[in-house]
């Protein structure tokens, strides 16, 4: 495919010139630019590029909405496990939409079979570079580290774990004053939804050894407790400038994890606040069952460390607040406006160099058939618009419902962390109780068989003063070891209580999350109609837009040598062109 460098026009590789300005057509450095996804995902420029995948800026063409579209890399489209996780980040990252994870709006297959996901168009730059610069305030650290959390809480509100938490994962968006002060988490691609069967194979470990949590490099079916240690190594990289272990190998890094203790923070800066440190640390626990009970505890240690008047402690919008919608910079004309264009133009070239008639027939027909296109062309875009509002209303009704559901899941989610720390609280409270009631009876089963050594085991013949003693010890023993242990089982089912109230919040939450599954399987059916009339649309546009193209240079060719038609062609080169063509995949 090549590109006309001054218009934008695409052509088949065997056309040298562009039939607008004459200019001579160059090889595309990148083919997916200009390429029309869906009938409605123009991609206009890459935006950055990974060993998996390459992210560009897009519009979509229908609702102007500006749009990232992350496109897996040709040469590994065979690979189904790839294939997967693109599906598994389009579902997960959709399904658990918050204000701090990265929304994705569509996801598909090019013609080619290529993987794709459209995502909303960030601005700002990834934390990895915001911590290169050095060491943060803890304020900073407070304020974005408690977005972090909220979006991890609702990620495992859900039953999504991230896998690879990393900086690179995390993007600081812009405020609108300027500031870099909104984090999102992105790249939800090994992300194991706990619902879903195992996307790796038996001994295979994804994720990024420099924040692997201990248990991570022992087991692949570690649960959420990772995630919270590696947002430990990224709070400690990010108040320290560096990681808490340092290794010149993945192997090394394995053992440090599981081994070293992490150094305390403030021993690198010692102006970090207490409270700071000890969640730090907390979260870096070797045991995950030292570390916070889930995401929602650590939002609340989080909260409180956050400066005054720092936009990252307010609460997302209610529901019910209209959702901005993001315009497009620029607003170029469409391929029919383009076209309408030079279709007038055509029709004054061909009255002036034929101002009696008598225009060659191929000549005519091809300007007619340029005109009947241009009519099918208006009447398929009606079309698409008709199917992309089906498709916008369908899109705006799953938001509502992931909308109302994820509210309902927070509420129920608090009132869950709060009882998992009331019930790992009321565990460590029973400690004495229960210690008390295994001491009393150690000590009733020594006076026992003290009692019992003095007769064998045998009735006494005779009455001792040492048998008397050792009986009233039995009894003394035994009264405290009944009091001891009622109180013991008293504490335990106070325990069991708690643990019950947890048992019935994850019953409810389960629930919910299988009202958030069946919302997900009727949006993606009826979404599946609409989005195939946009697909035949989208189609018959690329073709009739190659056809233009083919026409326009045939119309073109017998003319350029007659007179009298230099300021018309003038024309078309500076109005008729618009700065970037569409081209579809072929």
């Not at 039953?159 to 870099?180: M, T, W, Y």
Request: aromatic share 6%; net charge negative; glycine share 8%.
């Amino acid at each position: 495919m090549k590109v006309c460098p001054t218009c934008g026009l695409k052509y088949p590789d065997a056309n040298d010139r562009c039939f607008v300005d004459k200019a001579v057509l160059e090889p595309m450095p990148d083919e997916r630019i200009g390429v029309l996804l869906k009938g409605r995902y123009q991609i206009e420029s890459p935006l950055g590029e990974g060993g998996m995948a390459t992210v560009y800026r897009a519009r979509n063409t229908l609702v102007e909405r500006p749009v990232a579209v992350k496109v897996m890399n040709a040469h590994l489209k065979g690979d189904e496990s790839l294939k997967e996780r693109f599906r598994r980040e389009a579902k997960n990252a959709a399904a658990i939409a918050h204000p701090n994870i990265i929304e994705i709006y569509d996801y598909g297959e090019t013609d080619e079979g290529v993987p794709f996901l459209v995502m909303e168009l960030l601005d700002g730059e990834p934390l990895d570079q915001l911590i290169a610069r050095g060491p943060m305030s803890p304020g900073q650290v407070a304020a974005l580290g408690v977005q972090m959390a909220r979006g991890l809480a609702r990620a495992h509100d859900f039953d999504v774990i991230h896998r690879d938490l990393k900086p690179e994962n995390i993007f600081v968006c812009q405020a609108p004053d300027g500031s870099l002060s909104i984090a999102k988490l992105l790249d939800f691609g090994i992300a194991r939804s706990m619902q879903d069967s195992r996307l790796t194979s038996a001994g295979q470990i994804f994720g990024t050894p420099q924040y692997m949590a201990p248990e991570r490099v022992t087991s692949p079916d570690a649960g959420a407790e990772s995630d919270l240690y590696a947002l430990g190594v990224i709070l400690f990289e990010m108040v320290t400038g560096r990681l808490p272990f340092e290794s010149k190998d993945i192997p090394g890094f394995f053992i440090k994890h599981m081994q070293e203790p992490p150094p305390r923070p403030s021993s690198l800066v010692p102006a970090i606040p207490r409270r700071l440190e000890e969640l730090i640390l907390a979260l870096l626990e070797k045991e995950p069952s030292k570390r916070p009970v889930d995401a929602h505890a650590v939002t609340h240690a989080l909260e409180p460390l956050v400066p005054a008047g720092a936009g990252a402690v307010l609460p997302p919008p209610p529901p019910s607040a209209p959702r901005p919608v993001p315009v497009a910079p620029t607003l170029p004309p469409t391929t029919l406006e383009r076209w309408a264009g030079r279709a007038a133009l055509f029709e004054q070239m061909l009255a002036r160099a034929f101002p009696s008639g008598g225009a060659p027939p191929e000549v005519a027909a091809a300007l007619a058939e340029i005109r009947a296109i241009l009519v099918r062309i208006h009447e398929l875009r009606g079309e698409g618009l008709k199917a992309q509002r089906q498709l916008e209303s369908m899109e705006q009704n799953a938001r509502d419902g992931r909308t109302r559901l994820g509210h309902a899941v927070h509420v129920l989610a608090e009132d869950l962390s709060n009882a998992r720390s009331a019930a790992r609280s009321a565990t460590t409270e029973i400690e004495p109780y229960l210690r008390a009631d295994a001491n009393a009876y150690d000590a009733y089963e020594r006076a026992h068989q003290a009692f019992l050594a003095l007769g064998g085991g045998e009735p006494f013949l005779e009455p001792t003063q040492a048998a008397a003693a050792a009986a009233r010890d039995v009894g003394e023993t035994l009264d405290r070891w009944s009091l001891a242990k009622a109180a013991a089982q008293k504490a335990e089912r106070w325990v069991d209580a708690k643990r019950r109230e947890v048992s019935d919040l994850e019953f409810q939450l389960d629930a919910l999350r299988g009202q958030l599954e069946r919302l997900e399987s009727t949006y993606e059916v009826d979404r599946a109609s609409a989005e195939e009339a946009l697909r035949e649309v989208g189609e018959e546009m690329g073709r009739l837009e190659a056809r233009l193209t083919e026409l326009g240079a045939a119309f073109v060719a017998p003319l350029r040598a007659r007179p009298g038609l230099g300021d018309l062609f003038a024309r078309l080169e500076q109005e008729g062109t618009p700065a970037a063509g569409i081209r579809r995949p072929m």
